[in-house]
């Protein structure tokens, strides 16, 4: 036994046991291998069936993840079907076969090298990235001919716990949740996609882990804990027993959650609070019933292109927003404009180089800079709005004149849709995410031009810290309960109190069960957060009195330093929840639960 | 018979209008290519077709011979005035 400890960052609660996979393609060898005249038919025939067995996996893949994201996302496989019947590729790789008697996944990798040999001239990023997409059908093939006809397809492995250096957006929506049942990666961060689409799954994650693809090997097994961030190499049998013990423990915590399920967020002296839903994902919509979650507090719209290779248009924008609003109703449904920019650039749009994208040209720019793009989504969210419980936010609002210029896109296009005879709700609210430091300082003025707020902490926390959250040299420095960003919080919901608006709160710090003391001290109205840690808060809150909060809260706002603040919650939330097996986002190592 | 035909929509010939030209020409049984800037390309490769790197504004020729050329170069005029369906 060799029983390893190693730590990362835990981003998605649970602990799993199985085996390992590492998500390390495998080097294809491809050795030339001349064949016999008479070979030659029976190589193309072999050929041909890997080719079959290609297309039956592309469309599987192309399937689950349109039952995921969305048609629009799956549609990039249509190009991988097209590539299967290209002239170029396995037209030329027939070819070979037959006049240079190769054999076929010989013949295929050539022609894959011309095609790439030709299109070395292109100069163009955006058309060279289609290479990967030849890459993965060429690879999908010549395993397919290696392996006689078998396809890899999405999934033929059994449950385990993958490894990998980090996963792209797409990856990350294309894992198969049904043999993944853990994920370990060396890259990414608490706000990271990867995190939150594990959260809105419910795949416990750790990430984080510095040499992951080193330290653990193919198919040992591993015990990974996303409660406290620590992924268990090999565990001896003390650590099994006290881990199932723990697993009996969260079982038992369960039911307690499953009980409050249908309850409302209410203190013990009577305070509601709203917990609603961040929805990323058209597939999260079927298990917002289970979380309990008060309607959708945040739709991220942009998650329904971002896998995909173009703009989705207003038919298919409508179509969604209204599955949405009838998934919830008559709860509400809050549709943010599109936040794209940053780390999220979807495949069919362009953006510029840019040294600081997050201070650069995302989300609310982009749209203001894209009259035709924006009003395409603004005409679909206000066809959506009939269903009545449909609100529209814009995000990143950084000022007055801004928040102007996007209500004034707004009026124009209610106006052609009252041309044209178009129906959208008269009623609809119209609120802004407050996550740019100006923002809050400005709060007050803001507040008489909307009918909410809603606090992005994730990016309000890195613009007022100026730490960004994906550096690691400098990731130990974004503190969520920095009194700075304490007071940020604090200013806003004072401005929104004053102009008699709502205030809510959809940043990775509405599902920290340390910071919800002071959450409920500050006076949010709603909290928004990933649907499977609704039950858990809920749970809190329901066991809390807004008195003692508020308490808490004066305490420590008068505190000047964020270590402090830290310890002082992590105290509370121990001697009010000590027993709890409570997940906590980032949670400081070998904190003991 | 060829025809010059303009590309219109923002993005220029990526994937999607690839997709579009290249299930139409497999349609038909003419020979079709596509030559832009020296380059010529078989028009029912979406490899070749995306390997133009047409952008917005850039002018291509089509080339089609054989049974069909006329009503595939039809076709494929009115997906280029439609911008691919695209804005």
Known sequence: MREIRIEGIGVSPGIVIGEVRLHARRRLMVRPRPLQEEQIPGELARFEQAIEKSRKGILKLSQMVRRRLGSDSANIFEAHLLMLEDPMLTGRAREIISQDHMNADFALLSAMSEVQQAFRDVKDDFFLQRLVDLEDVGRRLIESIQSGGEDRGGSHSGPHILIAEDLSPSEAACLDTKSVIGLVTEKGSQTSHTAILCRSVGVPAVVGVPNALEQIKEGEVCILDGNQGLVLVDPDSSTMLEYSARRRVIAGFQRDLDRIRGERACTLDGHEVELSANIELPGELQHLELSGANGIGLFRSEYLFLAADTMPGEETQFREYRRAARAVHPRRLIVRTFDLGGDKQPGGMKFPHEANPFLGWRAIRVSLDRPAMFRTQLRAILRASVEGNVQLMFPMISGVAELRRALTELDKVKAELDAEGVAWNRELKTGIMIEVPSAVLVADQLATMVDFFSIGTNDLTQYTLAVDRNNHTVAHLYQGLHPAVLRGIRMTVEAARRAGIWVGLCGELASDPAALMVLLGLGLDELSLSPVLVPEIKLLVRSLRMEDCRTFTQRVLAMSDADEIHAACDEALRAQFGDLPLWRPGAPRGDNR | ?87
């Open chain 2, 1 to 87: 018979m060829t025809r010059e035909l303009q590309v219109e929509n923002e993005l220029g010939i990526h994937a999607r209008p690839a997709q579009h030209i290249v299930k139409i020409a497999s349609r038909y049984k003419a020979d079709f290519f596509i030559v832009k800037d020296g380059h010529r390309i078989n028009g029912k490769s979406i490899l070749g077709v995306l390997m133009l790197a047409a952008e917005q504004g850039s002018t291509v020729l089509l080339e089609a011979d054989g049974e069909g050329a006329t009503d595939l170069l039809d076709e494929l005029e009115q997906l280029f005035q439609d911008r691919f369906y695209e804005s």
